[in-house]
């Protein structure tokens, strides 16, 4: 029972997410959370408002089943298999970090200068999330499909345009932790 309750090695969680990709492509589904998301969106009256959300929901309701597994193995592993011993960062990274405001850099793995619910209460945390939220949502309906489902599922059908997109996401992950972040850290702490 210990090992099911620590943190499973990549190459555990990688085959399982190789099977569960494999399961859904057998069944003729595709694996990507933005999918999962527009049925959620349909569910809930976005037809109304939108032509893009005018679908049989009822046929991707398999998409409610795997959002909530979703969230149900979030809370499993945050709530049972996080570890409690301190990370192995890059003192650099730590030193930047406590620049930051973050103080406890590496001593968890979710720290609460970052992950603290108090910190939805901010006015300026509220406004980045939906920014934020977003460019994630007119991003990955502008490339066809989330980072799962380009990364995961058209990588391993050796699609060119998740190959272009996954390219693009590293880009944009780049970018972001460079020129992004340290911005958005001053602004909401400073």
């Known amino acids: 029972m210990d090992f099911i309750l620590q943190p499973w090695s990549w190459y555990v969680a990688g085959f399982f997410i190789a099977l569960v990709t494999f399961l859904l492509y057998y069944f003729g589904k595709h694996l ?3 999918s999962n998301l527009e049925t959620v969106c349909t569910l809930m009256g976005a037809r109304k408002i939108s032509d893009y959300f005018k679908f049989d929901w009822k046929s991707k309701k398999w998409n409610l089943v795997f959002i ?19 990370m192995q960062l890059n003192p650099k990274t730590v030193e930047e970090l406590n620049a930051f405001g973050i103080s406890d850099a590496g ?7 970052l992950f603290a619910t108090e ?10 999330l939906l920014i934020g939220g977003f460019f994630v949502g007119f991003g990955s309906r502008y490339a066809g499909g989330c980072t799962s489902g380009h990364g995961i599922v058209g990588m391993s059908n050796l699609e060119v345009p998740s190959l272009i997109a996954v390219i693009g996401f590293f880009i944009g992950g780049i970018f ?3 020129l992004v972040w340290p911005f958005l850290f001053k602004f909401l702490l400073g």
């Open 107 to 113: 001593e968890k793995f979710l720290p609460e200068a």
């Open 68 to 86: 909530f597994g979703l969230m149900v193995g979030g809370f499993i592993s945050s709530q049972w298999m996080t570890p409690s011993e301190q």
């Open 32 to 34: 990507g959370v933005s």
């Open 176 to 178: 972001t932790t460079w």
């Open 119 to 128: 910190n939805l209460t901010d006015y300026k945390v509220v406004l980045v």
